[in-house]
């Protein structure tokens, strides 16, 4: 199970950012994905989470109405809109899934239970 964010960089207050997360190594189509993020001094905390369909989303208090998640199941990706960034949102922003204890072979891919990180990709909002 691999999973490779992009995206992030410098941005003003205000502006937007795309964050994608690239998954392979398992059968992503399964499982919900999330999106974590962690600032300087403080703990890891949720941003976002979408359903293995797609048909549903949940997002902090702090980010409804600005941040939007997505994925193409087809493509194996999740994304993250992030629009009218403020400088609190600077932190560096994880692509996480948990797939439930046990050991699979599906879809042509054998993986094991567990909860996989991706390694993150810093946003940085300031002026």
């Known amino acids: 199970v691999q999973l490779v964010e992009s995206g992030g960089g410098l941005v003003q207050p205000g502006g937007s950012l795309r964050l994608s997360c690239a998954a392979s190594g398992f059968t992503f189509s399964t499982y919900d994905m999330s999106w974590y993020r962690q600032a300087p001094g403080k703990e890891r905390e949720l941003v976002a989470t979408i359903t293995s369909t797609g048909g549903s989303t949940e997002y902090a208090n702090s980010t409804k109405g600005r941040f939007t998640i997505s994925r193409d199941n087809a493509k194996n990706t999740v994304a993250l809109q992030m629009n009218s960034l403020k400088p609190e949102d600077t932190a560096i922003y994880y692509c996480?899934?948990?797939?439930?204890?046990?050991?699979?072979?599906?879809?042509?891919?054998?993986?094991?239970?567990?909860?996989?990180w991706g390694q993150g990709t810093q946003v940085t909002v300031s002026s």
């Open positions: 996480y899934t948990k797939i439930p204890r046990g050991h699979y072979f599906l879809g042509g891919y054998f993986f094991a239970g567990g909860d996989y």
